[in-house]
């Protein structure tokens, strides 16, 4: 009988406790682990209360991950979860004796009541294995940061890299009764009857296209793609100024590929309606500085937000669009764009793969900001290679790098303009010089369709067809003599201000 004991005793599970190099105890909880697998092969279905939750590496002790990963691996092929097919399972796995035989298998359900706390238990466990993986990395980062030969800005890019990894683990909603839900559903619903235009979402100033989109919803991720040289950042920057400047919609930038003065130099261009290379020298007729003047006025104190930070990772993205939804209410985010971004201390086996991390993220934060992120992104050179009218169409095969992008986004727009590849009519003989076609290829909670536009490539500025129709009426209004002479935006906006019954801004 002594002998039973002391082999029984001798194949008990050892306990194993690891200390940190600084003299400390790594963050753990032995017995919630334990409490935790007592409870899954106790209780029936208990496992699918804290897969979510828990991974194998969540454990501390070996002997725990080696249990869990049984557990996982019967849930997998659906076999039911207790005791007996545990230990099966661990035998299968070549893994019985190394945690501790039958008996402990059998301690680990003797000592725990049941299932009333494992999800709560669960949480603490996995907060336990994140503390442990901020220990670790500090750690590596620590070391590698004496190491004089690592450039220190690879090293923080593999540091934030690496905090994005650890920082995604165990982050999930919960699900939630559908009252709530319908409740909020029926204010944005009233808020658009309400509103004059009948938009549920943010307006664009493009009356046409925000018939088809509601205007920008919230948590929606949109991506505006098109061939170089189309206008992805003069229509951006026509829609930043109309939410801005005449909706009041503060709006944040962030600028990849321009520097912050360069961009802002772009809006002036926009705005005034005076040329970039005028601008660039500052060699302005007299009217032009009152032009200048007059609508320049427009962007004083205007709640635009422009970042110019170089290859922006996303982990930067996340911080600065936090800080800014914060401290400044943005309700939408422009980035141009998406391929100049990086996913920085992470590793892939390709661009594609990288690409697809970053347009998942984004769709991520839109979410959990609920605000709507709008990011250009480049098409690949196959619409070159096609011929006609609809062969020069941009298609969603189109996208670059990555189909992820596509199946990401709530909403994927193309530019086209014919008139760049010298198509000069369409097929019903009406002028296509100076259109551009706004393709809703994808919409996920609407319609799809295509919006024209007028381009001022001078101006790099995108405006409604109306708008543009309304000027060409003042100017054949105006007789020989004035219509020769130059045409102030003071005298425009008058006119269009009086077709439309509005003030005059004077």
Known sequence: MAENNSNRTARKKPVVVQVSDMGRLQPQARDLEQAVLGALMLEQDAFFKVNETLKPESFYERAHRLIYQAIVDLAARQHPIDMLTVIDQLKKNGDLEAIGGPLYISQLTENVGGAAHLERHAQIVAEKFLARELIRYTGEIQGKAYDETIEVKELMQEAEGELFRISQQNIRNEAVQINPIIKEARELLERAANRK?????????????????????????????????????????????????????????????????????????????????????????????????????????????????????????????????????????????????????????????????????????????????????????????????????????????????????????????????????????????????????????????????????????????????????????????????PVTAPNVEDFIAAQNDEPVPF
């Open 197 to 485: 235009e009948g938009l549920s979402g943010l307006p664009t100033g493009f009356a046409d296209l925000d018939k088809i989109t509601s205007g920008w919803q919230n948590s929606d991720l949109v991506i505006i793609a098109a061939r170089p040289a189309m206008g992805k950042t003069a229509f951006v920057l026509s829609m930043a100024r109309n939410m801005a400047v005449t909706f009041k919609v503060p709006v944040a930038m962030f600028s990849l590929e321009m520097s912050n003065v360069q961009l802002v130099n772009r809006l002036i261009v926009n705005v005034c309606e005076l040329p970039g290379e005028k601008i660039k020298s500052g060699r302005l007729e007299k009217y032009e500085w009152e032009q200048l003047e007059y609508k320049i006025k427009d962007l004083y104190d205007a709640p635009i937000y422009v970042d110019d930070t170089p290859s922006l990772s996303i982990f930067e993205l996340r911080t600065k669009a936090r800080r800014l939804v914060r401290e400044h209410k943005i309700q939408c985010i422009f980035i141009d764009y998406l391929q100049l971004m990086n996913a920085s201390g992470m590793n892939f086996g390709s661009r594609e793969q990288e690409v697809s991390t970053i347009s998942r993220s984004l769709k991520g934060l839109a979410k959990e900001l609920n605000i709507p992120i709008i990011a250009l992104s480049q098409l690949n050179r196959g619409v070159e290679a096609r011929q006609g009218i609809e062969g020069k169409r941009p298609q969603l095969a189109d996208l670059r790098e990555s189909g992820a992008i596509e199946q990401d986004a709530d909403m994927v727009c193309f530019i086209h303009r014919p008139e760049y590849y010298k198509i000069l009519e369409d097929e019903r003989g009406n002028s296509l010089a100076g259109i551009a076609e706004i393709i809703v290829a994808k919409h996920r909670n609407g319609a799809t369709g295509d919006v024209r536009l007028r381009f001022k490539s001078e101006f790099a500025k995108f405006i409604n067809l109306s708008e543009d129709q309304a000027v060409r009426e003042y100017a054949s209004s105006m007789n020989q003599e004035e219509a020769s002479a």
